[in-house]
């Protein structure tokens, strides 16, 4: 089947999370992705584990987990960057390629002569894009930094958690939302930039700051803050705008209830046999159940200790009212919608065992996501893209591994 970037090559110089995230999304869009990695030692996430892909033996490989999470869909390439015959490959590569993604720090590329004003030239129609944690410019630019660092300084940690007259302090999201964040932007910077080259002819290069990106990501309690001049604070399993909006004690577990309009409280408060809930004056709109949360809540509280989680999510699901369990992995693959939408993929490795995947969100009715290409051995793919692509023989490759610049 078409996929709607198989025209397009990236050039994919990033590792660890933030790079490979939005580059294995352009590869599930169809693009060809080469990913460049170190001779010898490969992304750092490929020593990222346990946990381990095992084999059809049951032993553990060397490729970790983490590593396969961000790979799938892409050609690895080994080029020492340090050496001026790999800075030439890459200069290269570019000159054939769409797109180039890296992660390097600023200015790093640069001492290579790889940064963007050095490949325009040789091909204007190039999209660059940088990721870093803290954009090209600014007194933080030069800083090494990661997600954990990016939750805290981005406000993130400051509305997550419990709240604090409840025990609550700073705590970050369970993910490095930063990153996979930050990949998520970078491609719809890319594709957009392309949509860009189609009318224009030319690239550009994309500033792709990870502490933009969670900044960014406070969304709606960035704009309470602004539109109140009150500092928005931890409500832990609580929304700011939204009431009742929270987990909440069943007889047998905890539940999510997640009312968004004032019909869908009306409905929760018939299902419950207290339809007068919801006439109530202090409660009737949720500007209302905002002001007075704290009469409410322990009302919402005790009606939902009285029956089971599963009592509470046949009967309010069946009336519209937006519910559900708080499942581990485990239970969140048993789902029955889960397993209807295929969020669990296997793709054929050459450990000789399925390497399992989750499945992209993206779903096309003409151009599929398709699931061919799992993540890629070290190197695997270096002398097919250097002899494809630029057209070396085995005695230039020979030549270059003797010198150990792939």
Known sequence: MPRPLEHIRVLDLT?????????????????????IERPGSGDETRTWGPPWLKDGEGRE???AAYYLSVNRG???????LSKLAGQQLIRDLAAGSDVLVENYKVGDLARHGLAYEDLRGANPRLVYCSITGFGQSGPYAQRPGYDFLFQGLGGLMSITGERD???GGPQKVGIAV?????GMYASLAITAALAWRERSGVGQWI??????TIVAFTANQTLNYWCSGAVPRRHGNAHANLVPYQV???SDGDMVLAIGNDGQFAEFCRVAGQPELSQDPRFRTNPDRVRNRELLVPIVETIVRSRSSHEWISALAAAGVPCGPINDLQQVFEDPQVRHRGLRVEIPHSAGVPCPT????MRFSATPVEYNTPPPLLGQHTREVLAGVLGLGDTEMDALAADGVI
């Open 178 to 182: 930063s990153d996979v964040l930050g």
């Open 207 to 212: 500033d792709l700051s990870l502490l933009d």
């Open 15 to 35: 590792r660890v999370l933030a790079g490979p995230w939005a580059t294995q999304n352009l590869a599930d869009l169809g693009a060809e992705v080469i990913k």
């Open 248 to 250: 909440f004690p069943s």
């Open 165 to 167: 007259d409840r025990g």
């Open 61 to 63: 490989t060397r490729e």
């Open 74 to 80: 892409k050609k690895s390439v080994t080029v020492d």
């Open 358 to 361: 989750v499945a992209s969100p």
